[in-house]
């Protein structure tokens, strides 16, 4: 027996063409004529330019060898950079020591990804043992002198490895330094207050080379001759002064846009001066500055590069060291390119990082 639907099926909306990657070319590039014919001129010109770019960086490139005599075609010499990768990555550390700084990286990727990814539990757990234990757990690692590891002094530290520990303790003990000065220059308190806008206004009004410079130089000076301080440390310290006073700035932004009846309420209730702080304010403060909070994160990672005028090596330095070397004059090119990349890849993800939490942290201020 056949059954046959005596109602007619509801009407069903027509397939939505704004979706998929031809609704998203029709929507963005190919709304109208108008919009059509710029988008095909910018699409041409942007062909013309990139595609010699390509033809050198990919096509013509040289990839394999171990030295520049593998480069035999009118591309870029790749080689260059496989034939000193570890050099790049782990400085002047020794090679049968290297598993150590593999360690480092293993665990700061894992953290980072544990960090990242949504639903992930114990966030809290791995943000303590990111910014307390991670630091102690890799300064014994790469240093070595304890619990049986041999010992590697600062000055054979280099390479990327160097460029992520001066970047990640800058990041690290600028923000709570750079909190903490916000909210002294905003407290009412003279003394408290007098001492903050001092310290922000020198470290801001000196240009981190000087500080660099007198970190590794002037600084032993006014020191018993007894005392030693290492290098990098100074290095280390400086720098995280340096950009506490720049994200004081940018906090104490975020704080002025919080109305004052916040911390009125809280007071209110019975809370005191640091639960409002830490528990009303300084929440809401955050969130509002953070494209400025990365943004001088970018600049300090950026500015790890500057270390070179105190005789520490980080990525950028290790490559400009390798382009002095007789057997491979004449490939700056690629060395700049590969050092731009690798900056580029830390900043773009910064970057992206800070516009997902502003999309989840974003409770309805638009």
């Not at 046959?4 to 004529?33: C, H, S, Y």
């Not at 991670?134 to 010992?151: C, E, R, T």
């Not at 809280?266 to 409002?276: F, S």
């Not at 929440?283 to 500057?306: C, R, W």
Request: positive net charge; proline residues 5%.
């Amino acid at each position: 027996m056949t059954a046959f639907r005596e109602q007619m099926i509801a009407q069903r909306q027509p397939p939505d063409q704004r979706r998929g990657v031809i609704g998203w070319l029709r929507t963005n590039l190919f709304a109208g004529p108008i919009n059509s014919i710029i988008s095909l001129i910018v699409i041409a010109i942007a062909i013309r330019l990139l595609w010699p770019v390509i033809d050198w960086a990919f096509i013509e490139a040289d990839w394999v060898g171990n030295s520049r005599e593998a480069c035999t075609s009118d591309g870029a010499c790749w080689v260059f950079i496989s034939a000193r990768w570890n050099q790049i990555v782990y400085g002047f550390y020794p090679e049968a020591l290297r598993w150590r700084v593999d360690i480092v990286f293993a665990i700061f990727a894992a953290l980072i990804a544990w960090l990242i990814v949504p639903k992930l539990p114990a966030k809290k757990s791995v943000g303590i043992f990111a910014l307390i234990g991670f630091p102690i757990v890799s300064w014994i690692l790469l240093l070595g002198g304890m619990f049986g590891l041999d010992h590697v002094p600062t000055r054979l530290w280099g390479g990327l490895m160097l460029t992520l520990t001066i970047a990640a303790v800058g990041i690290v003990g600028s923000l709570p330094i750079g909190v903490l000065l916000a909210l002294g220059r905003r407290s009412k308190m003279p003394l408290v207050k007098g001492v903050c806008v001092v310290f922000i206004e020198f470290w801001r009004g000196v240009p981190l080379i000087t500080v660099l410079f007198m970190a590794s130089v002037m600084l032993p000076l006014f020191v018993p001759a007894q005392m030693e301080f290492d290098k990098l440390l100074r290095a280390l310290i400086g720098i995280m002064l340096f950009w506490s006073a720049y994200m004081a700035e940018v906090v104490r932004g975020g704080l002025q846009a919080i109305p004052k009846g916040q911390s009125e309420a809280g007071a209110a209730l019975g809370l005191g001066y640091w639960q409002r702080m830490g528990l009303i304010v300084l929440p809401q403060a955050l969130k509002l500055v953070i494209p400025g909070i990365v943004n001088t994160f970018i600049s300090l990672f950026k500015d790890t590069s500057l270390v070179l005028i105190i005789g520490l090596f980080d990525v950028l330095a290790i490559i400009q060291a390798g382009l002095t070397d007789s057997d491979w004059l004449g490939f700056a090119i690629e060395g700049y390119v590969f050092a731009a990349l690798i900056f580029w890849v830390f900043c773009f993800s910064m970057s992206r990082y800070s516009q997902y939490i502003e999309n989840r942290l974003n409770t309805g201020h638009k």
